[in-house]
Nanobody, 123 residues
Framework: QVQLVESGGGLVQAGDSLRLSCAASGRTFSPYTMGWFRQAPGKEREFVAAINWSGGSTDYADSVKGRFTIFRDNAKKTLYLEINTLKPEDTAVYYC????????????????WGQGTQVTVSS
């Protein structure tokens, strides 16, 4: 059974940086596309970033380009999201997700989800 556990969220101030982690277990980590999503209060969950199996291809939502960096350590079976220059509008629960099929593209739906980690940015 695939398990994804996020960590690293918290209460921070605008302008701060944060690194979120997502530890995967239950299957081999390296062949699978991974992504980060977020859900702000009263809003639908939205795509943030995605990374392919090797880390050689990434994609970002326009709203986070230049501030967020997604990367992975396949040996540690961990996905990361580095967030710089945090803004109050980044406040949300951040989820990591994985695809079921190995070597999938960055687009499309995701099959496995973590429980989320809360990021709150004060102004």
């Amino acid at each position: 059974q695939v398990q994804l556990v996020e960590s690293g969220g918290g209460l921070v101030q605008a302008g701060d940086s944060l690194r979120l982690s997502c530890a995967a277990s239950g299957r081999t980590f390296s062949p699978y596309t991974m992504g980060w999503f977020r859900q702000a209060p009263g809003k639908e969950r939205e795509f943030v970033a995605a990374i392919n199996w090797s880390g050689g291809s990434t994609d970002y939502a326009d709203s986070v380009k230049g501030r967020f960096t997604i990367f992975r350590d396949n040996a540690k079976k961990t996905l990361y999201l580095e967030i710089n220059t945090l803004k109050p509008e980044d406040t949300a629960v951040y989820y990591c997700a994985s695809k079921r099929k190995a070597y999938s593209g960055l687009g499309g739906s995701y099959d496995y989800w973590g429980q989320g980690t809360q990021v709150t940015v004060s102004s």
